[in-house]
């Protein structure tokens, strides 16, 4: 039976881990790669990459972080953040990630789902959604509207018909980032993922909230979605990844138990 | 040492990179006289069949693969290169390599699930196999293991062929072959410390067969 997914996120700027992360041992502060490899150790399902960088220099450090982080973990990882274009796309998937995740380069250019679909396959085509709850309206009858810049910017788009589009477009995997519950550790928007996920039959990863494991259960259940993605709850030493899991398993859930 | 195939629909890095991490002697070759020199191959691949095929077909490595099965020379295909060892796959309405009689087709996503619910399309994450036969390729794995898959088509090959089970909604098959020829769907590239294993089980293999 397929297990659900405990997916840590790591931003990276310049090269180096944003947010504080709790380290342990002998761990490099601030390191990407050192911090992928213990996450990797201690049984993440997959990791999540961010560039967070704006100068072209950056980039190229982060590539090569990227190609660091390939040599060294052997699992599944993502790349999202400055993804505008198919080649922005071929650069990551050259120096080693799985997948590549498409965000605000998809609302500005939806096309380039369906390139990079053709390119290199759906599987490897996530798209990222940032969303936010409004009003319903004519114009966003679901209340829940598509937001770029770490949420400033409104983008007139409704996330359940944005959500069916990119699916149709060619994107694999949706990793739907609740801003409202971001940094909350209230959990997960289950209302948002559960639409979401009853709406499209590729996998949704849940993103934005979990404080709790309990909150990692709800996503995976109440909320439909097959990966949970966190952050705080694990960089800042609150919990273990076997914690999580173990926890995610008292309650039921199906998760990768070995590695 | 094991010759990875290249060609562009293959995942070729990914594989190499394990392989080096594991210290395993490799190189990504399309060249007939490397391949027929080495002791092993890896055929790997994602994305999607119809490509794959073309890709194959267009640099004449379709009939040299086939060669080299019929000359005994071990082989691992992984994902796509998994599936277009059959006869056919649905995927782009393909004809496929025949190296193992059978077919690729769509999962169904009318097919329900432990929670009762559709499966999800494609078929992404962390799966178990149920080995219908002894597989050197598993020896000293834990029988209850995790392996990374990512696909929309599943391999179903004549029943002889199949060698362990997955279950999505139902089971179908993970692995199919037979000895010196595996086709695995998941990625063991990509499946930590078992999937890791499992590619050193095949290096061994391929030494002891090549010694023999």
Not at chain 1, 74 to 83: D, E
């Amino acid at each position: 039976m397929l297990s659900k997914r405990v997916i840590p996120c790591l931003d990276v700027r310049n090269g180096i881990l944003t947010k504080g992360v709790k380290f342990k041992d002998n761990v490099d502060i601030g390191d990407p790669v050192a911090t992928a490899k213990m996450y990797y150790e201690q049984g993440a399902d997959e990791i999540v990459f961010y560039d967070i960088t704006a100068s072209s220099e950056g980039r190229g450090i982060f590539l090569d972080v990227v190609e660091r982080v390939a040599s060294e973990i052997f699992i599944p990882f993502s790349v999202g953040g400055g993804i505008n274009s198919v080649e922005d796309m071929r650069a990551v998937l050259l120096a080693g990630a799985e997948k590549v995740s498409v965000n605000s380069g998809a609302v500005k250019n939806p096309d380039i789902i369906s390139q990079g679909a053709a390119a290199f396959g759906s599987q490897c085509i996530v798209l990222g959604m940032d969303v936010k709850r409004v009003p319903k309206s004519e114009l966003i009858p679901s209340g829940f509207e598509i937001v770029i810049n770490g949420g400033r910017k409104f983008m007139g788009i409704d996330a359940l018909d944005w959500a069916k589009t990119c699916e149709a477009l060619g994107a694999g995997e949706i990793c739907l980032n609740s801003i409202d519950a971001d940094g909350t550790k209230d959990g997960y928007d289950l209302e948002l993922t559960k639409l979401i996920s009853e709406s499209v039959t590729v996998p949704v990863i849940a993103s934005g909230g979990a404080g709790h494991p309990q909150h990692m259960v709800d996503a995976v259940t109440e909320g439909r979605a097959s990966a949970a993605l966190i952050a705080s709850i694990v960089h800042y030493g609150e919990y273990t990844l076997p914690q999580l899991k173990e926890y995610m398993a008292s309650k039921g859930v199906k998760t990768r138990s070995t590695w | 040492m094991l010759a990875i195939l290249d060609y562009k629909a293959g995942n070729q890095t990914s594989v190499q990179r394990a392989l080096n991490k594991l210290g395993i002697p490799n190189v990504i070759t399309s060249s007939p006289d490397v391949l027929a020199n080495a002791t092993g191959i890896i055929f790997p691949g994602v994305g999607a069949a119809g490509q794959a095929m073309d890709e194959l077909t267009s640099g004449g490595l379709d009939e040299l693969l086939k060669d080299l099965v019929a000359q005994k020379k071990p082989l691992l295909g992984i994902c796509v290169g998994c599936q277009i060892l059959l006869d056919y796959s649905e995927e782009n309405d393909t004809k496929a390599l025949s190296v193992i009689p059978g077919e690729c087709r769509l999962f169904n996503p009318s097919w329900v699930d432990y929670e009762g619910t559709p499966i999800r399309v494609p078929h992404m994450g962390w799966n178990q196999i149920e080995l219908k036969q002894d597989c050197i390729l598993f020896k000293d794995i834990d029988p209850n293991a995790y392996f990374y898959f990512v696909h929309s088509y599943y391999p179903a090959p004549e029943e002889k062929f199949i060698i362990g089970e997955t279950t999505y909604g139902r089971p179908f098959c993970s692995l199919h072959g037979r000895e010196g020829l595996w086709a695995v769907q998941f990625h063991p590239e990509k499946s930590g410390t078992p999937g890791l294993k499992l590619l050193s089980n095949f290096y061994e293999y391929c030494k002891e067969a090549s010694d023999a």
